[in-house]
Nanobody, 128 residues
Framework: QVQLVESGGGLVQAGGSLRLSCVASERTFSSYVMGWFRQAPGKEREFVSAISWSGESTYYADSVKGRFTISRDNAKNTVYLQMNILNPEDTAVYYC?????????????????????WGQGTQVTVSS
């Protein structure tokens, strides 16, 4: 069982930045596709970003493209989400998710059901 622990959420003003981190308990982390999803109150969980096991392929929702950057450090079992130019519409609970092999690729990684393991979430609140 893979455990994922997110951190880095908080309250920030519009235009500001935050960096989320997600640490995985398994050393096999390096073979997983990792994703970030978010859920705002009263809304469904939505895809934010994903990264292949090697880090060579990254995927972004249109709403965050150009503002958010996903990266990973396999030596530290950690995936990051750098969020810049935040706006109030980015307010949500952000979840880290892991998809072990055989993993998704391309648009398949946008689907929450592809991910087997989830963190507990970290709250991001952007004030206007």
């Amino acid at each position: 069982q893979v455990q994922l622990v997110e951190s880095g959420g908080g309250l920030v003003q519009a235009g500001g930045s935050l960096r989320l981190s997600c640490v995985a308990s398994e050393r096999t982390f390096s073979s997983y596709v990792m994703g970030w999803f978010r859920q705002a109150p009263g809304k469904e969980r939505e895809f934010v970003s994903a990264i292949s096991w090697s880090g060579e392929s990254t995927y972004y929702a249109d709403s965050v493209k150009g503002r958010f950057t996903i990266s990973r450090d396999n030596a530290k079992n950690t995936v990051y989400l750098q969020m810049n130019i935040l706006n109030p519409e980015d307010t949500a609970v952000y979840y880290c998710a892991a998809d072990p092999p055989p993993s998704c690729s391309g648009y398949g990684c946008y689907r929450a059901y592809k991910y087997d393991y989830w963190g507990q979430g970290t709250q991001v609140t952007v004030s206007s």
